[in-house]
């Protein structure tokens, strides 16, 4: 079974452009979160979407920062006019239902977001 | 939302038990205690949770105290591979906009020794 799959592993921008960061659960999950990893510091839980919804959303930045989870496709997570503090490891899990539930998350092995 | 304490390092021989502390002494009733690991580079993985019952998967065995106040991870027989940063995290009971949220502290570096 494949796990979570995230594109891409390393992706590089200058400052002004866009990221657009991809997630694709594993089989039979439909509920997605992202974290982000600051160099040497902890991983920050971000959002956490069910499809087509946003279900807590509250450790996103205000700006630049989106995400979405459509019926069909992968999660994207999308941050405009990047800037060098966006520079981190993004990481996406998901399970098959909310932690609350007590379904495990299962990560994937992250994309490494570099600003120039 | 319960805290967690581990200590921020522990070492290892390899082929030996490493037994993995957590603290979490203000856990409530339907709290989960989960277990993640990180090792460099790589995303977390999953490795056990529990609720009050010593639980026991093909990687790893949760101890978790009577009174749920503090719990341990044993890794069996450590290998190098398992050299590796580790979490314990207690999940936010039902109810709020939350649920999901896993809340990731320091962890404890893991160091298994040749």
Redesign the interface.
Known sequence: NAG?MQNPRHLVRRRGQEARLRCSPMKGHS?V?W?RQLPEE????MV?LQKENI??E??MPKERFSAEFPKEGPSILRIQQVVRGDSAAY?C?SSRG???T?Q???????TRLSIL | DAKTTQPPSMDCAEGRAANLPCNHSTISGNE?V?W?R?IHS?????II?G?KNNETNEMASLIITEDRKSSTLILPHATLRDTAVYYCIV?????G???????????TILTVHP
């Open positions: 979570v509920h979160y974290y902890g991983l920050k839980f956490y279900i807590d509250s450790g990481f899990a909310p932690t609350v007590h495990p998350q299962h990560f994937g092995d992250g | 989960y989960y993640y990180q790589q995303g977390p993985q999953y949770h609720l999940s936010r009971s039902a109810g906009t939350s649920y999901g949220k896993l809340t990731f502290g320091q962890g």
